[in-house]
């Protein structure tokens, strides 16, 4: 029989409140439920970029097998549906996709992908910033100039029917959540806290180039080239918008959505485009789930921008 069956009785003892003690046992309770819940989260992030960068992969090398069927079918002199493919060169990292965007309406726009070029690095915000797009070289061996926010240049003054819109809804995009860029990865100092971004556009992005951690091993390269992504990345971001922004707001990535489907979206100047994201940028908040705008605002500043700025 165990010999410690009665406590020690001290009257001088103050009595513990139940009421307290009920409530130090639930806020310990609730702070282990936000662990775990942290940790799942985190977790589910992580897989959910592991995932992003080997579909950008596959996609890479499957272009890279039917570059090497394409060759091999000509070679033999055997006529193949494939020869009216686009001729990408097998490379580890090529440039942006010229598929315009917008031309079926079916989707925004249409990201690409870079090939594994460095593990465990978190880029600078100058790597996807749409500054830096000017870096990127096209299929031509040219450099692509940025189209909505160079400092010059024939793309500069355009209308947005004559541009990439592919190109021109990544700058818009990018532009508007550059304010997350910061805490993109969340704190490094608690890295089982998630970040609550892997479904914004930069991360999507970044995951697809293969930077799926937020520790700093290497710096990141100086510019980046992409290959052709699936187009349903930025339609899942899409469809799931809804469920990142409340009533009243919107995603970066709705709000291009909405621009583009504007009857007058082709006759938009580039200039405009970029004035507005501009603007947007710095009306966007973030409540640690991404950027969000609201919509009266938003509807504010494409009256100000596309429509009062096109009459004076």
């Known amino acids: 029989m165990s010999k410690n069956i009665f406590r020690i009785f001290n ?4 009595k513990e409140n139940p009421v307290e003690k009920r409530r130090a046992q639930l806020r310990r309770a609730q702070q282990t439920y936000r662990n775990r819940k942290d940790r799942y989260t985190r977790t589910l992030e992580e897989e959910l970029a592991k995932s992003r960068s080997k579909e950008a992969e596959l996609m890479r090398e499957n272009q890279q097998l039917r570059n090497a069927l394409q060759q091999l ?6 006529g193949m549906a494939i020869d009216n493919m686009p ?4 490379s580890d990292s090529v440039a942006l996709s010229r598929t315009a965007g917008s031309s079926n309406g079916t989707s925004p726009f249409y990201f690409s992908d870079m090939s594994s070029q460095a593990q465990n690095t978190i880029p600078s915000p100058q790597l996807i910033s749409p500054e830096s797009f000017n870096t990127f070289p096209v299929a031509d061996g040219h450099d692509r100039a940025p189209i909505l926010f160079g400092q010059g240049g024939v793309a500069y003054n355009c209308r947005v029917s004559d541009v990439d819109q592919v190109v021109a809804g990544m700058e818009f995009v990018l532009k508007i959540e550059e304010p997350c860029l910061d805490h993109l990865h969340g704190d490094l100092d608690k890295p089982f806290e998630p970040s609550n971004h892997a479904l914004s556009a930069s991360s999507q992005l970044m995951a697809a180039c293969d930077y799926p ?3 700093i091993s290497s710096p990141p390269p100086i510019s980046a080239t992409f290959n052709s992504l699936p187009t349903q990345m930025l339609e899942r971001l899409l469809s799931l918008a809804p469920d990142l922004s409340s009533e009243g707001e919107m ?3 709705q709000a291009w959505n909405t621009i583009r489907l504007r009857p007058d979206f082709g006759g938009l100047d580039t200039r405009s485009l ?11 908040k ?19 921008t596309l429509i009062t700025g096109k009459m004076t």
């Not at 001729?87 to 097998?90: L, M, N, V």
């Open 213 to 215: 951690s937020p520790a």
């Open 11 to 14: 009257p001088g003892e103050p």
């Open 286 to 304: 973030c409540h640690g789930f991404g950027a969000v705008v609201k919509e009266a605002v938003f509807e504010g500043l494409v009256y100000e």
């Open 73 to 78: 079918s000509q070679q033999q002199g055997i």
């Open 251 to 253: 995603t970066p990535i």
């Open 274 to 284: 970029g004035a507005l994201a501009r603007k947007l940028k710095k009306a966007v």
């Open 87 to 90: 001729d990408y060169a097998p």
